[in-house]
Structures are given as C-alpha cells and as structure tokens.
C-alpha cells in the first residue's frame, strides 16, 4: 500500500508525479483558467477539475479572477474531496500559468503541501504517461481547513500605500511592451499604463517551452530587481502570472512575497493616468 507524501519543493516533475501517482494523500487539480468541462477533453488519472473562474473567484466583484471570501474557498475546496492531510499537485494546459494562482491560493489560506506541476499538462503529455477522458469529482466531501495568511495578498489600498510610500519592491508580470505602454492591454477598454514606482520582469522570462529555467536562471533573474531579504509585491494583469513570479520568487529563497490581486486590470481602471 502506497503511503503519504509531502512536498518538499514547490514544484514536482512529471516523472516525480508520475511515480506517486497512487500515494494515498495524493490529489491531482487541473488549475486551467477559463477551461469548459467537456468529457471528451483528457486529464491527468483522477485529476479534479479547480473551476477559477466559477467556483474560486469572488464572482460579484467586478474585476475577474478576484480572490475569494475564505468560505468559499474552504467550502469549494471540500466539495473537491480535498483534507486536511492530503498533498496537492497543480497543473494547467498551458505549462505553467493558472496553475500557480491555484498554488498560491491554497498557500494564502494557510496550505502549504501543494506543489505546481512543472511544465504542466503538455509536459505531461510529451512524456507519453498515462491519460483519461475528464470526469467530474463525485466522492466524499474533504475535511480542509482554511486559514487566511494576510500577508500572502495585498488589494487596492495596501497598493497604493505601498507605490506611495515604495515600501516594497514592485515587480509586474505583464510583457515588457505592456508595461512600457507599446503594447495596448488585451482587456477592451483598459488604458495602458504602470503602478507607479514599479519595475518589470515578464513571467515568460522564467520560462522555457512553459517549462520552468534553472533555479540559477531563475534566481539571476530576480537578483537584479530585489535583495533576498527584500519585501516584494507581484503584480500583473489580473492576477494571475504575478503568481508565476511568486512561484520562481519562492524557489528563489525570497521569504517576503505578496500578490496585488487586482493587479493592473484594477489599478488602470481605479487610478487616472
């Protein structure tokens, strides 16, 4: 019988998933964003599906993607069959990109086994292991607790004071042609444009095929933007690749991470030019 597992790093390899496959306490999420469910789509052996937009995204707000009332996530979270003792692995169809706004979700409501899987489903794939047609969670309800971390998030206010006042390092995700105002902004009708005292560091610059580059790549990167001991707010367009940044930040040994959740969708919207 196959026993527990814990995630000693915050990335796993296919190859690693693969071999624990058939650990007791382990669960697969397809994190994909804006993914509709249809049987006749593949997945991962007994993945379960992370609805972001439906079912982990405070719907009334209007801004997409907006981080949830800790309720909802505990409550969704269940529905998923997920415990308190069970190790989670977090893919997408894209390699990484969704996948680790999952990941930093679960860490932001005090869960620390998770992990992203590194290259996602196309990796997964390329390696020719296992598939089956996407099916829908049906078994019992999880026993998983959530405990909010604060500091893990950051919303509207907490940005301005933190432009303002520049007591963090400001990092955006978004292109550099995005943040230099060259490239319009994908969202109709957003103006182009930067938080204030905010520097760039595209999340495809940690990259590779959607596959993560060396932790000394990684690292490198970050080295020129921010000191290790630095605090350091992510930002991007809504959200979500801020959290591929976190995601490199972490392996990179920074401790003092948090994410702008409405990122530049809210702030170019909110905050005249």
């Known amino acids: 019988m196959s026993s527990n597992i814990s995630m000693s790093s915050p990335v796993v390899s296919v190859a690693w998933l693969y071999d624990n496959l058939n650990a007791n306490n382990l669960i697969v999420l397809d994190g994909t964003i804006n993914k509709v469910f249809e049987t006749s789509q593949d997945q991962i052996p007994n993945t379960r599906f992370f609805d972001i937009k439906k079912k982990f995204s405070d719907v009334s707000n209007e801004f997409p993607s907006a981080f949830p009332a800790i309720e909802q996530f505990q409550k969704e979270v269940r529905a998923l069959g997920i415990n308190k003792d069970s190790a989670l692995v977090i893919y997408d169809d894209k390699g990484i990109y969704s996948s680790a706004r999952v990941w930093w979700m679960f860490k932001s409501f005090g869960f620390d086994n998770v992990a992203v899987l590194d290259g996602g489903f196309p990796a997964w794939l390329k390696a020719e292991f296992p598939i089956e047609p996407m099916k829908i969670y049906e078994g019992d309800l999880g026993d998983f607790v959530a405990n909010y971390q604060p500091k893990n998030m950051t919303f509207f206010e907490g940005m301005k004071l933190a432009s303002t006042n520049k007591t963090h390092t400001i990092i955006d995700a978004r292109s550099e042609g995005r943040f230099n105002c060259t ?64 995601l490199g930040a972490e392996i990179s040994g920074y401790k003092n991470i948090t994410v702008y959740d409405g990122s530049w969708t809210e702030w170019g919207s909110l905050v005249e030019a």
């Open 183 to 246: 490239t319009p902004e994908s969202r109709a009708g957003l103006r182009m444009g930067t938080i204030p005292n905010s520097v760039n560091l595209p999340f495809t610059d940690l990259l590779e095929n959607g596959v993560l580059k060396s932790e000394k790549d990684i690292a490198t990167s970050f080295s020129k933007l921010a000191d290790s001991n630095d605090a350091i707010i992510f930002s991007c367009g809504s959200g979500l690749t801020a959290c591929v940044l976190a």
